[in-house]
């Protein structure tokens, strides 16, 4: 490692020290994102009591967008809420006794409407009284201010976009969900399709093909190691699905591949096309096409990813 590649991680390692610090002594979501039309647990942390005192109270406003709001009681507070339209609009814990030096947490169950807009915050102004003193962590950023450069920021919840529906296509006893590419970026010339197929028959079928109109060739591919490297091989008989087998075809495992493709594929389109088996014969199918990195369907990742500040 270099001088300077040391300094880099040296004041990368004070940033994140500075950060931590100062995120540590806000009142914080645990889990600060979630898709919009998902159940959500807001666990508000209370990291300290108010100038050394101890924390007696505190009230959580819900904000629009956040429905279905019930609290979890809490042994030695008591729960006050106020009920709006969609669940509780307001709710207090009061009458306890929480030490400055000591950590808490206060759980409210919620959903987050379905409307509500991917990419968007919403701001859970709390209000954490000890006694006759208070902290208001009410401030929510107007346009161009980062939360970071609030002195007291409302506890805010980032909305990520809803997880799609599976799209499922039948074919006598076949199902086939979600088919999808990988978008080709840079012309490669060859494209892979991935999609799960469920046999609820009591006969085998097979996979033996799969057409798209930019492809003069849609072939079945198997990955596999050979001396430590991953390598890919078409099988020419296609890819049998046994009775009451789902077989998954995913990046790194079974796939179709599309050869000489004659137009890149572009993430966000839908793309019809035909899949071919031995007895089900043609299957019309929509491939929707996915990001070049992407592991698993586009959209399919119901779970937000969970960020912990600490
Ligand atoms: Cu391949």
Redesign the pocket.
Known sequence: MNNRKSLGVLSAALLTLVISSQTQAHVLLETPQAAAGASYKAVFRVPHGCHGKATTSLKVDIPEGIAGAKPMPKAGWTLMTVKGAKGASEITWSGGNLPDDEYDEFVVSARVNDSAAPGSTVYFPVVQSCGDDTMAWTEVPRPGVMASDLKMPAPGLKILAAAAAPVTFKAGSLEIVTPWLRATPGGAK?G?GYLSITNKGSDPDRLTGAAIPFSQKG?I?E?SMDNGMMR?R?LPDGLEIKPGETVELKPGGY?I?FEDLTQPLKQGDVIEGTLTFAKAGKVNVTFKVGGFGDVSAPGAAAEPMQMHMH
Request: aromatic fraction near 0%.
């Open positions: 060859v892979g072939a591919h990955m890919m078409e796939h591949m």
